[in-house]
């Protein structure tokens, strides 16, 4: 059976002033798959990402969401829409002042009609999926970097989202804990058959939960494709990226500190 597309980007262009961000973007993600959108740093990545999640208005070109075009939906439309994604933010965009069960209801409380003795016993088992029973009520403050990441994560799927969008999972974690993060992703995976979609330049987390990977570059995807596909790929960046090269028109430091030495000698 034919995959079915779930997300479709054609031609999305975005600018930020005068600043040509999203060049051309075409990308097609599959019901049930986990994309990686890799690269580096500043490459619009993020960029891309706020925009499938309907936070900013591109320049031209269509994003899809289940055939509904998201950026001419109104307010109402998208909503509807938007209700059936979830959201782990990169640093886990928690509320100081609310307990962590009260973060992970807030979703619920807000867009269902739902008993409150049912928004509780549904927290309470996001919280024990995620690893944080017992931590209902506790505040962010008094978590670790990793438990904030796993309780953002509790909130996200508190709607049991048919497409999970994570911006750097595993950002600011020690390796241990972000490989716990990377299991956790693949076990929501197989628990609720979601699509996910993943903003990452951590080559580790990529390699381990990702079934294709598409690589950007200024604002361009460069390649799509699995692991193998990937690293067979001879595009001098996408190799470049793989093996953790500098740029070759940048001097490093040794070689910025044995010319200088020279210069000061000679």
Known sequence: MDKKPIIEIKELHTYY???????????????????????????????????MIGLNQPGSGEILIKGKNIPKLNEDKKTEVLKRIGMLFQNGALFNSMSIADNVALP????????????????????????????????????????????????????????????????????????????????????????????????????????????MNEGQILAVGTRAEIENNPHSFIQQFLHREPDKDKVDRETFLQNLTSEISG
């Not at 927290?123 to 978590?143: C, H, I, S, W, Y």
């Not at 076990?187 to 080559?203: C, D, G, N, R, Y």
């Open 17 to 51: 002033g005068r600043a040509h961000v999203l060049k051309g973007i075409n990308l097609t993600i599959y019901e049930n798959e986990t994309i990686a959108i890799l690269g580096r740093s500043g490459c619009g990545k993020s960029t891309l990402l706020r925009h």
């Open 108 to 215: 619920l409380r807000e867009h269902t009609d739902l008993e409150e003795s049912t928004i509780s016993i549904m927290t309470r088992m996001k919280l024990d999926l995620v690893g944080l029973g017992g931590f209902e009520g506790f505040n962010p403050a008094q978590l670790s970097g990793g438990m904030r990441k796993r309780a953002g994560l509790a909130r996200a799927i508190a709607m049991d989202p048919e497409i999970l969008f994570c911006d750097e999972p595993s950002a600011g974690l020690d390796p241990i804990v972000a490989a716990g993060i990377d299991q956790l992703l693949l076990k929501l995976k197989q628990a609720f058959k979601m699509t996910m979609v993943v903003v990452t330049h951590e080559m580790a987390s990529v390699f381990l939960i990702a079934d294709r990977i598409a690589m």
